[in-house]
C-alpha cells in the first residue's frame, strides 16, 4: 500500500516535547520526509533521510524511525512551530505520496 | 538566492488543457531533478510528477498518468508540466519543487518550492 497515516491533530504545552507520527507499510523499506507549511506558505523541508536536517532547520527537530512508523519529534516546542506537519515517502511502484497531514498546535 | 516562480495557472473548463512553467535561479538547474507538487484546496499535499536533471527518468502520480507531461528546458532554465483532459479534481495549487539531490542523484525530498500557481478546473 501507498498510504500514508498521520494523526490529523496534535497538540503540545510551550517548550514541551511533542511526537508526530507517520504510518504506512511502504516505511518499512524508505524513509520518510518531513515538511512544515504554515497558512498561506510553502511547504518547508525539514527533516529528510535518516535523520538530517536542511541547512537554517532548528536543531529541536528530529526524526526517527521504526518498523512501518515515521516520526518527527520537536523537543522543546516555540510557538512559531505551530504549523500542519506532512510525512512523504515513496513505494515500489513509483509513486512518492503524502501523509494526509499533522496540525499541531502550541499551547 | 533559489527561486521558483510558478504561472500559467487559471480557470479551465473540464475536458480542456493547460500548461503550466515554473522559472528557476538561483543554483545550476540542471544539476537538479524537479517535480510539481499540488495542493486542493484545504487538502494535503500530493506528488504530481518528477523529472530527473536530464530528463531520462520521469515519474507520474497515479491520478495523472496519461494526462499529465512533465518537460524541462535546461538552457532556459524551465520546468513545465502539460495538462490535458483536466478534470474538476484536478483543481489545487500547483507548486514547483526542487529535488535534495545532485546530477544523476534523484532523492525525492524537496528542499525549495515556489509559491504555487492555481489551477481551478470548472464550467
Known amino acids: 500500500s501507498s498510504e500514508l497515516t498521520q494523526d490529523p491533530a496534535v497538540s503540545v504545552a510551550l517548550g514541551q516535547t511533542v511526537r508526530i507520527t507517520c504510518q504506512g507499510d511502504?516505511?518499512?523499506?524508505?524513509?520518510a520526509s518531513w515538511y512544515q507549511q504554515k497558512p498561506g506558505q510553502a511547504p518547508v523541508l525539514v527533516i529528510y533521510?535518516?535523520?538530517n536536517r536542511p541547512s537554517g532547520i532548528p536543531d529541536r527537530f528530529s526524526g526517527s524511525s521504526s518498523g512501518n512508523t515515521a516520526s518527527l519529534t520537536i523537543t522543546g516546542a516555540q510557538a512559531e512551530d505551530e504549523a500542519d506537519y506532512y510525512c512523504?515517502?515513496?513505494?515500489?511502484?513509483?509513486?512518492?505520496?503524502f501523509g494526509g497531514g499533522t496540525k499541531l498546535t502550541v499551547l | 538566492e533559489v527561486q521558483l516562480v510558478e504561472s500559467g495557472g487559471g480557470l479551465v473548463q473540464p475536458g480542456r488543457s493547460l500548461r503550466l512553467s515554473c522559472a528557476a535561479s538561483?543554483?545550476?538547474?540542471?544539476?537538479?531533478?524537479m517535480h510539481w507538487v499540488r495542493q486542493a484546496p484545504g487538502k494535503g499535499l500530493e506528488w504530481v510528477s518528477g523529472?530527473?536533471?536530464?530528463?531520462?527518468?520521469?515519474g507520474y502520480a497515479d491520478s495523472v498518468k496519461g494526462r499529465f507531461t512533465i518537460s524541462r528546458d535546461n538552457a532556459k532554465n524551465s520546468l513545465y508540466l502539460q495538462m490535458n483532459s483536466l478534470r474538476a479534481e484536478d483543481t489545487a495549487l500547483y507548486y514547483c519543487?526542487?529535488?535534495?539531490?545532485?546530477?544523476?542523484?534523484?532523492?525525492?525530498?524537496?528542499?525549495?518550492w515556489g509559491q504555487g500557481t492555481l489551477v481551478t478546473v470548472s464550467s
Open positions: 519543487a526542487k529535488d535534495i539531490g545532485s546530477g544523476v542523484i534523484t532523492l525525492y525530498y524537496f528542499d525549495y
Open positions: 512523504n515517502s515513496r513505494d515500489s511502484s513509483g509513486n512518492h505520496p
Open positions: 511502504s516505511l518499512r523499506s524508505y524513509y
Open positions: 538561483g543554483f545550476t538547474f540542471d544539476d537538479y531533478a
Open positions: 523529472i530527473s536533471w536530464n530528463s531520462g527518468s520521469i
Open positions: 533521510g535518516k535523520n
